[in-house]
């Protein structure tokens, strides 16, 4: 049954109290509610339990001290408490709490939203190739001067993004403290560094989020100034703002399956064309990104309308001839105030068409783009889904081997690094006992006896995978081993 659809909705500010923009899925609903998806449809909670010995999961409680994140603290405190992704006044919340707050606060400061765009026949960010025309950039200048939105070109791309050394939140920041959620001495450390790890990785799912708006793969700066209220300085998407109002964060659809993608960078694009941006570049229109205008006569067939909205199509895909499209063109109903829908092979709205005075005009609706939220949304927490899993990945054990005490491996992912190996003393004091390099392509590693003290040991492989990606695994289990 479609959701229904009201602009009557509560508007949650959250993202303007955030970055003074609506430049994004907005934080407060969409993002949240596709990381708390994301998370709940994955088996994150039973790692954070075997990997981290966090018994509660994702409901354990993690503390982080205001005085070690005073900026972050900052940033918290402008956040609706109710919303369950506010801290205490001790700087305690629950592990799952982290990451949403991660994916909530990813866009600030607000010139990062400029780097959440990716063209993936490009390989570029956000160029602005929809801004045209010197009245339309006067206009942008004046707003920008304003308190209307600030995206500019020139941005890094988000597959370059998520793992730059300049996001702050980003895959390094996530490293270092998934490293000191395994190896800190002190429990209360860990936990404060587990939460680290969960926040930057709640950003990262972000950014991964953002390529489920075909405005972000296609280069489509003008679909982020569009009206979407009553002043005119109110601008954003509206597709991301329907999102939000009609989703809200509760709603978001449960995540469909995405494809099998060997790293962590395949999730965004990929040369078989298998990542998120990828999938929806080619699959969907954004609003400046729709086939321009043509005219057709009243002999115009099928057969003459595809060939001319071929020629007039910005972007190789959709495409009138793709295989995703068999819908027959409608010049008759196009005639209609309500006019006509083009659709992909599975019924999902991909425009609207309209002819007057002999012209073809193209559009997407609002509940035009609520059947493509309704299609895409899943996918996009699919996504979420796989990309949690290969950031805390399972496939790294310690175990029993041919009776020999062994660390195991997926040799066919696991590349050269380095093997760390921790003893856990009654305390939950944690201590390094054995460390190796590991060459790669290799499916077990054998290692010394832990102190008599031990009773959990804890491991870390910190290297690559076999594709030469960064690759962080932990595995935890009490000892002696049964």
């Given amino acids: 049954m479609k959701r229904f ?8 500010v959250a993202a303007t109290l955030l970055s003074g923009d609506a430049v994004a899925w907005e934080p407060a609903t969409t993002h949240a509610g596709l990381t708390e998806q994301a ?79 990716f063209n993936p026949l490009t390989g570029e960010g956000l160029q602005n190739s929809t801004e045209s025309g010197l009245t339309k950039r006067t206009h942008l200048a004046l707003l920008r001067a304003g308190k209307g939105p600030s995206l500019a070109a020139g941005g890094m791309s988000a597959q370059a993004w998520w793992q730059s050394p300049e996001n702050p939140l980003g895959y390094q920041g996530f490293a270092t403290q998934f490293r000191k959620a395994v190896s800190a001495e002190s429990l209360a450390e860990r936990d404060r560094h587990l ?25 489509d700066i003008s679909a982020h100034q569009q009206q979407i209220g009553s002043a005119d300085t109110d601008r954003g998407s509206r597709f991301e703002r329907i999102a939000a109002l009609s989703f809200g964060r509760l709603g978001i659809p449960k995540a469909t399956a995405a494809p099998a993608l060997a790293s962590l960078g395949d999730h965004f694009s990929n040369a078989e064309g298998t ?17 321009s205008s043509f005219k057709v006569t009243r002999n115009t067939g099928s057969s003459a309308f595809r060939v001319s909205l071929s020629k007039h199509l ?27 829908t083009w659709r992909s092979e599975s019924g999902t709205c991909l425009a609207e068409y309209r002819l007057r005075s002999a012209k073809v005009h193209w559009s997407i609706s609002d509940a ?51 093997v760390r190996l921790f003893a856990e003393a009654d305390d939950g004091r944690r201590s390094e006992f ?10 077990t590693l054998a290692f010394p006896l832990p102190p008599t003290s031990a009773t959990r040991i804890t491991a870390l492989f910190d290297g690559i995978d076999a594709q030469g990606q960064p690759l962080l695994a932990s595995a935890s289990v009490e000892w002696p081993l049964p």
Avoid at 204 to 219: E, I, K, N, T
Avoid at 275 to 291: E, N
Avoid at 434 to 443: M, R, V, Y
Wanted: charged share 15%; proline share 6%; with cysteine.
């Fill in 195 to 219: 939460a680290g790890s969960l926040l930057a990785a709640g950003a990262m799912l972000h950014v991964l989020q953002d390529m489920g708006a075909p405005s972000r793969v296609r280069d």
């Fill in 434 to 443: 054995f460390s190796a390099p590991s060459k790669g392509n290799i499916a």
């Fill in 39 to 117: 998370a709940l449809s994955s088996s994150l909670h039973k790692r954070l339990q075997e990997q981290f010995g966090n018994s509660q999961g994702l409901y354990s409680m993690l503390t982080v001290p205001k005085k070690d994140a005073p900026q972050l603290f900052a940033i918290v405190s402008r956040l609706n408490p109710t919303h369950g992704y506010v801290p205490d006044a001790s700087g305690r919340m629950s592990a799952l709490s982290w990451l949403v707050l991660g994916s909530v606060v990813a866009d600030v400061p607000a010139e990062h939203s400029r780097n959440h765009f």
């Fill in 275 to 291: 990542g998120l941006a990828d999938v929806i570049a080619r699959s969907y229109f954004s609003a400046g990104t729709l086939p």
């Fill in 314 to 340: 910005k972007r190789p895909a959709p495409s009138a001839s793709s295989e995703t499209s068999t819908t027959r063109f409608d010049l008759v109903a196009a005639r209609n105030e309500s006019g006509a």
């Fill in 5 to 12: 659809l009201t602009l009557l909705a509560p508007v949650f």
């Fill in 368 to 418: 035009c783009a609520l059947d493509q939220l309704e299609t895409s949304l899943p996918a996009v927490t699919g996504y979420g889904t796989s990309f949690l899993q290969t950031l805390y990945p399972a496939d790294f054990g310690i175990g029993n081997v041919d009776g020999k005490n062994a660390l195991t491996l997926n040799a066919k992912r696991y590349g050269a690094g380095t």
